[in-house]
Structures are given as C-alpha cells and as structure tokens.
C-alpha cells in the first residue's frame, strides 16, 4: 500500500514538474492529471479488465455445457483394435432444469455490475489519492515559497538594525 502511495507521489509529482516546465504560468490543470491516471494507472487498469471478464461471463452463464461424444471399442480378447466385439458412439449432452438457466443469468449480470461499480470505486480511491497528493504539493510549494521570502527579508531587516 506504501509502495502505491509511494508512486502515485512519485507520478504525480513527475507530472505536476513536467506541467510546469511546459506551461508558462507554471500551473498544470488538475483535469490533465485526472485524464493521466485514468489511463495510466495499472490498478485502474487491471479494475477494468476486470470488469470486460465479467461482462464476458454473461453469456457464458446462460449457455448449456459443451456436448460431449465419445467412441469406444468393448470385449477386446487381445491387444488389437480390430478384434473388439462392441463398439459405442455416444453423444451426451447436460440439460439444466429450465429455471436454472435464466437465473445463472441474472447472476452473472449481477456479478458485472458489481465489478463495474467495484472499478468506479477504485478509480475514485485512486484519484482521492491523486487530489492528496497535488493538495500536499502545492502546500509544500507555498510553504517553500513562504520560507524562501522570509530568508530573503531577514538579512535586509539586520542590515537595517546594524545600519540604525
């Protein structure tokens, strides 16, 4: 979880520094980090191809198994395949009580829904991280700013004691 934090600071800070090299006022627009991280993060990311399997599985839960056909050969007296006396094809396919069926469906229509919302949430967790991060920064720069100014106005308020 540290290490997340970690580069999400990290991302967001290369962003905000590359922003500010390329803007003139030297401010980068909170909707151009939103933009950036909601395509490039991998949390957000593997959310999302969580939620395609999940749409996938819909039509898979209303289908019928695959059928299945088996060939043998029976009553061999020896080793070879053209001496047996029986041979079997069959083909065999599940049917589920009718009921069944439709309310796998409506599960797996249930279950996708749940990891849409489940990715809509991560992608706000991940930006609530992001909007912290950017506060954090830019009150670290104007805290920086501010300690900048005071060292600048100090050693003119001694001259000016020395000089009185």
């Not at 520094?17 to 030297?26: A, D, E, F, L």
């Not at 059928?67 to 069959?90: C, H, S, V």
Request: proline content about 3%.
């Amino acid at each position: 979880m540290r290490f997340i934090s970690a580069l999400l600071l990290h991302v967001a800070a290369s962003v905000l520094v590359y922003g500010q090299q390329q803007t003139v006022q030297g401010t980068l627009d909170l909707r151009e980090l939103v933009n950036e991280v909601l395509r490039n993060n991998p949390e957000i990311q593997a959310s999302l191809h969580q939620v395609d399997a999940a749409h996938a599985r819909v039509r898979q839960a209303g289908a019928l198994d695959d059928p299945e056909l088996t060939y043998m050969r029976e009553e061999m007296p020896g080793f070879r395949w053209n001496q047996a006396d029986m041979q079997k094809i069959e083909l065999m396919q599940m049917f589920r009580f009718p009921s069944k069926l439709s309310k796998q469906t409506e599960i797996a229509e249930i279950n996708a829904e749940h990891s849409y919302h489940e990715h809509m949430e991560k992608a706000n967790e991940v930006l609530a991280k992001l909007r912290a991060c950017r506060s954090i920064y830019r009150y670290s720069l104007v805290a920086h700013d501010e300690h900048c100014e005071r060292r600048i106005a100090e050693p003119h308020r001694s001259q000016e004691f020395f000089i009185n």
